[in-house]
């Protein structure tokens, strides 16, 4: 999930930046690092995820922790998820926000019992860092577990394989996360990811993150996949990007992420943001994402305009071939007026105008495990 490309010369090394490179992958700047794109090629490591198990290395994002006395109320004044009744091991998706309701950035929150764990995005993380320090009291602490490297693994067989190697890790479900111990390696194990696929985040320590790598893709069923694949993935899913699909100029009910706003926290509010976000609410806004279907197989891009005949009615944000339906899919926000399912519209690419149709997200069904 990133957003800028910062000057060469500012790019930070991952710690399994050689392994990397030795296992093939194409190294392009993102997030301020130097990650992978590829190795064997994106359609084919999207479709290796979506029929075996994929490892992505997502070392790039925050890893941070907040604790002390009334960290999960602190945080709710923060965020408009429903943090306190959070029970020990449960995660949720949130939103930190400024007065003005725009999304400084999304992230996964998890009760990791001694402290409220947060993954935020890679790009952004010092700015959360900084606006988390700025409002949380001093009596809290906030840890920035920059030794931690966070590897992916996702695909229908993530939960066999990892199961295999880490015992009792099948037994967790989606949205749930805990410690488990491997070959005397402390591992926290989240089951959740960004690709719409059954799968894993695992948090390891930097020193061992390459053992850990090297243990998963010796297993016949996991490759390594870059950022491609990954990308492709999450927009087959329907997630949003940030710095692409979210920014500080999008509120969530415009950004169709209202579901992070529990219907207690809608009501009573005590969060930064709460009245322009319940103004917005109210009034529906004017903009919202939505999913198109693009007639034809020519992709169109982020920054390409939407119109409604001669009216120019929004912008795509993401957009590209759909590996696994065989045509063009995008995100874009455009007018309300034009957000229904169904409503036909057109984008302009290369001076052409594409047909493209309103859509439910996600274009393809998340398969997510929660439970037998």
């Known amino acids: 999930m990133s957003e800028e490309t910062p000057e060469v010369d500012e790019l930070g090394t991952l710690p399994l930046d050689a392994w990397h490179r030795t296992q093939g992958g194409r190294m392009v700047p993102f997030a301020g690092y130097e990650m992978p794109i590829q190795y064997e090629g994106i359609v084919a490591e999207h479709e290796w995820t979506r029929t075996s198990a994929s490892l992505f290395d997502v070392s790039h994002m925050g890893q941070l922790s907040v604790s002390g006395d009334g960290a999960a109320h602190e945080l709710e004044k923060l965020l408009p998820g429903a943090?306190?009744?959070?029970?020990?091991?449960?995660?949720r998706y949130s939103l930190l926000l400024t007065e003005a309701g725009g999304i400084i950035d999304d992230l996964m929150v998890t009760n990791a019992g001694p402290h409220i764990a947060l993954v935020v995005n890679g790009a952004c993380k010092w700015d959360d860092i900084a606006h988390l320090r700025e409002h949380l009291p001093d009596a809290i602490t906030l840890n920035h577990y920059d030794d931690q490297a966070l590897l992916a693994l996702q695909g229908p067989k993530a939960g066999e394989v990892l199961e295999a190697l880490v015992p009792g890790t099948g037994e967790l479900t989606f949205m749930n996360a805990a410690f488990f111990d491997w070959d005397g390696v402390p591992l926290w194990v989240s089951r959740a990811g960004y690709t719409g696929e059954d799968g894993f985040e695992i948090s390891v320590h930097a020193a061992q993150v390459e053992k850990l790598a090297d243990a998963l893709?010796?297993?016949?069923?996991?490759?390594?996949?870059?950022?491609?694949?990954?990308?492709?993935?999450?927009?087959?899913?329907g997630l949003p990007l940030y710095g692409h699909d979210l920014d500080q100029n999008i509120d969530p009910v415009s950004a169709d992420l209202s579901f992070a706003l529990t219907k207690k926290r809608r009501e009573l509010g005590g969060y930064m943001g709460h009245g322009a976000v319940a103004a917005r609410l109210a009034d529906g806004g004017t903009i919202r994402r939505v999913g198109l279907k693009i007639e034809g197989r020519m992709p169109a891009?982020?920054?390409?305009?939407?119109?409604?005949?001669?009216?120019?009615?929004?912008?795509?944000?993401?957009?590209?071939f759909s590996p696994t339906l065989g045509y063009p899919i995008a995100m874009a926000y455009v007018a309300v007026e034009h957000a229904a399912e169904g409503t036909t519209m057109e984008i302009e690419v290369r001076k052409k105008r594409l047909p493209a149709t309103v859509v439910p997200m996600p274009f393809v069904p998340h398969r997510y495990y929660r439970g037998k």
Do not use: H
Not at 302 to 307: D, K, R, S, T, Y
């Open 83 to 91: 943090i306190e009744s959070l029970k020990p091991g449960k995660m």
């Open 217 to 237: 893709v010796a297993d016949d069923r996991v490759k390594p996949a870059g950022l491609g694949a990954r990308d492709s993935l999450r927009l087959e899913a």
């Open 301 to 320: 891009r982020e920054g390409a305009l939407v119109f409604a005949g001669d009216t120019e009615i929004g912008r795509l944000t993401s957009g590209g």
